[in-house]
């Protein structure tokens, strides 16, 4: 199934995460957002399934030639996403790992209150500076196909 997502709900999960600046009173709040956030980056992918979907079903069965311009880049824009999304999935791994893992009672990782997580993760392997490049090039590729 076509599976379409945005990268700034991803990012902002995975940073509201792994935030390793956050004070002890506000880890309440910051699960709270980061569990909205996930609850909207999911509606907001089923919505885009549904019109991809419905978009076959009708304009690329009675207007094939016409559509077929505005789906490529449908498809091109997936698998944008999808690029920025594996390694934001890859990341989210990581920080679940250092931080002793997923804690469902809590709903968050156990050593929540080690601010240095986020840190390690990302200065590690130069993964901070790599996300950084690949959501620049995820957008000017994005803005392209806006362009075009």
Sequence with gaps: ??????????????????????????S????????????SRDRWVQEANDR???????KMK???ERAQP???KALIADSLTQRLDTLLDSLRAELIAEG??????????????DRSIARKVLLRNNDGARLR???????????LLLDS
Excluded: H, W
């Design 70 to 72: 505005f789906y490529d």
């Design 28 to 39: 309440i709040a910051y699960r709270n957002l980061r569990m909205s956030l996930e609850v």
């Design 1 to 26: 199934m076509f599976r379409k997502t945005t990268f700034i709900y991803s990012l902002a999960t995975l940073l509201l995460f792994a935030c390793g600046s956050r004070p002890d009173g506000n």
């Design 52 to 58: 991809i979907i419905a978009f076959r079903q009708t």
């Design 62 to 64: 009675n207007e094939p």
């Design 133 to 143: 490049l690949l959501i620049n090039d995820t957008r000017e590729n994005m803005l």
């Design 100 to 113: 002793d893992g997923f804690d469902t009672a809590i709903n968050d990782v156990r050593k929540y209150k």
